[in-house]
């Protein structure tokens, strides 16, 4: 499909910004080159990794040019974005832009957000909205400013979040939901038929906003004091990555780091303190919380693949009291 309009710069790294560009090329727009991150050593070998979206332009678009600058502000960088002299410059999930480049294209810069702005602002969204146990999120296309995540709306679009439905779902979800909104911002702009409004219109009186900070390690570890429900959706929030995690202490206080991907809540009343290890050492495997109990179905012990628990109890010896999570 070929289709006129404005001359495109795109910017993105992981794989969830590979498909807002990928239906921007099937629609026909006119994207002139590609800013990704530079390629970077990952994984225990630390060999050199490209990024999702420089993979993606080198293996279906070749002739798209692709620049991968260290620091946006650097004068080489800029000027060759002066010299491509985009009409509109896209962003999904790349990175903080200085104002000598947002501020180039005459019709624009605009973001993608995994979330209904102005709530989740910030690097983790769809983490934080399951973690909250929240019913509904969604993507915002709005212009970039001078702040974070701040700048006036474009266009939302709302969906229902799954009960069961982990972080890795509603990534997938709305990773399409998002570049399918990416396309209708283009051509609403294109067209003149969309008017960016300010994010204070979107706020409710008194309440305040939720944010989504970057997830550190020391963020994803269990608390067992916390009722089940709320452990459920801190699970599901962190699965698959970067995986809620605990350890296990035997009664002679060693310790067995532990992550756990998937659970299910049975409300209970009972005796026992929080964190305590029951297991039939066949199919169930559960911890007391404060209100019931957690049945964990998916579980990582340090140094072994990630399983069903039904798999992982096969290959361990487990006595129900005997062990407790912390």
Not at 73 to 81: G, I, K, M, S, T
Not at 118 to 141: F, L
Not at 209 to 219: Q, S, V
């Amino acid at each position: 499909m070929h289709r006129s309009g404005p001359d495109i710069v795109f910017m993105g790294t992981p794989g969830f910004a590979v498909e807002s560009l990928r239906m921007l090329l099937a629609e026909g727009y006119p994207v002139k080159a590609v800013v990704t991150a530079p390629d970077r050593p990952a994984g225990r070998g630390k060999k050199i990794h490209a990024s999702a979206v420089k993979e993606f332009v080198n293996k279906e678009y070749p002739e798209i040019k692709l620049l991968q600058p260290e620091k946006l502000r650097d004068p080489v960088f800029l000027e060759e974005l002066r010299i491509l002299a985009p009409d509109l410059i896209v962003v999904v999930a790349f990175r903080m832009l200085p104002e000598a480049v947002w501020a180039l294209p005459p019709m624009g810069c605009f973001n993608l957000h995994a979330s209904l702005l102005p709530d989740y602002r910030g690097a983790a969204p769809i983490n934080h909205v399951i973690m909250n146990g929240e019913k509904q999120s969604g993507v915002t296309s709005f212009l970039i400013d001078r702040n974070i995540d701040t700048g006036n709306i474009l266009l939302q679009r709302k969906t229902l979040i799954g009960e069961e439905e982990n972080a890795g779902d509603l990534h997938d979800r709305l990773m399409n939901m998002g570049a399918k909104l990416v396309v209708k911002t283009v051509k609403g702009l294109t067209e003149g038929s969309l008017k960016a409004r300010p994010q204070e219109d979107f706020m409710k009186k008194g309440i305040p906003l939720k944010t989504a900070p970057k997830i550190r390690k020391e963020d994803c570890r269990i608390n067992w004091n916390r009722p089940a429900a709320e452990l459920y959706n801190f699970i599901r929030g962190l699965s698959p990555f970067p995986g809620a995690y605990t350890y296990l202490e035997n009664e002679k206080g060693e310790k067995t780091f532990w992550k756990i991907y998937d659970s299910d809540v049975e409300p209970a009343s009972h005796p026992q303190g929080p964190g305590i290890l029951i297991t039939d050492g066949k199919n169930e495997l559960k911890a007391s919380t404060t209100d019931g109990y957690l049945h964990i179905r998916e579980v990582q012990q340090e140094g072994k693949k990630k399983m069903r628990s039904v798999d992982f109890l096969r290959g361990v010896s487990l006595t129900s009291g005997e062990f407790r999570f912390s």
